[in-house]
């Protein structure tokens, strides 16, 4: 199962792989999983000195060498996507994978409480800048043979929650941009899936849950396989899907 997936040494040697909020938390580790297993990271995020540490830490790796894209995905521009995409393809002529992850989590408040500026912001990051990215990056991964687009879900996606208003709509927009984009690349050679972390011990959860005991939740190391899984080969074929990172 992709909760059980054993990556090997190799298993995505030769590929090209963009990891949006690599900085921190879950996108940090799934750069660092995914180059330990021999792929080029490209680390995009807004706090320059968090994507060097992620770069040194690969380079520590013995890793093929990584490339930073410092962006900020509430005021990026299509244009900004579009000449992103050109770099990546001028430096490394292709793209197999994206893991799309940076998200903005927003206040947890009562519904009708829900600040305005808030809401834009939380759909500028989560909704409308995914969209943008993959709009620019799809042409792209086409190029390559096999290519994984991966969305980053929730359990507030799949299911409302009192208190998590922009958030959980965002993340239903997301389960359905990556139906979308599935249902209409389906049969050609890239696939396009969503996955749920579910609880996991990050600055976000513990923002969203200040009274938690972190070291009651999984690591981001421990949701690993689902994402190597949707990455790798092992997954050609699998499309459309939302997978839970945590199997119940
Ligand atoms: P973190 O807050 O730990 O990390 C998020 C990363 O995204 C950070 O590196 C952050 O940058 C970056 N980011 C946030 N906003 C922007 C922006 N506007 N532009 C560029 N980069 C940005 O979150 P997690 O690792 O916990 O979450 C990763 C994904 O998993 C998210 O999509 C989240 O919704 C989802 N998720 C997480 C769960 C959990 O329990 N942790 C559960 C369910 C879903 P910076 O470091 O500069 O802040």
């Known amino acids: 199962s992709p909760q059980h997936f054993q990556a090997s040494a190799n298993e995505l040697a030769g590929k090209v792989i963009l990891v949006t909020g690599a900085g921190d938390g879950i996108g940090r580790q799934a750069a660092l999983s995914f180059a330990s297993c021999g792929a080029s990271i490209i680390l995009l995020g807004r706090t320059v000195h968090k994507l060097e540490a992620v770069y040194d830490e690969i380079e ?59 809401w834009d912001k939380t759909m500028q990051v989560n909704v409308k800048s995914q969209f943008l990215l993959s709009q620019a990056l799809i042409p792209l991964m086409l ?43 389906d049969k050609t050679g890239l696939r396009c899936n969503c996955i749920n972390p579910g609880a996991t011990r990050t600055l976000m959860r513990a923002t969203a849950y200040p009274g938690e005991d972190p070291l009651s939740l999984k690591t981001p190391l421990d949701i690993m396989p689902s994402y190597l899984y949707l990455m790798s080969d092992a997954s050609i074929g699998i499309t459309g899907s939302s997978i839970d990172a945590q199997p119940k």
Do not use: C
């Not at 962006?71 to 521009?77: K, Q, Y």
């Not at 244009?79 to 893991?99: P, R, V």
């Open 60 to 118: 520590a790796l013995g890793a093929p060498q990584p490339a930073i894209i410092p962006l900020d995905l509430t005021g990026a521009s299509k244009q900004n996507y579009l000449d992103m995409t050109a770099t990546i393809e001028s430096q490394f002529g292709k793209l197999d994978g994206a893991l799309l992850n940076a998200a903005h989590l927003g206040v947890l408040s009562q519904f009708v409480q829900i600040d305005e500026e808030q």
């Open 143 to 185: 190029k390559s043979t096999n290519a994984s687009l991966i969305f980053t879900s929730s359990g507030v996606g799949k299911k409302g929650r009192a208190y998590w208003g922009s958030y959980a709509v965002s993340k239903f927009a997301i389960e359905g941009m990556s139906q979308v984009i599935a249902d209409e690349f």
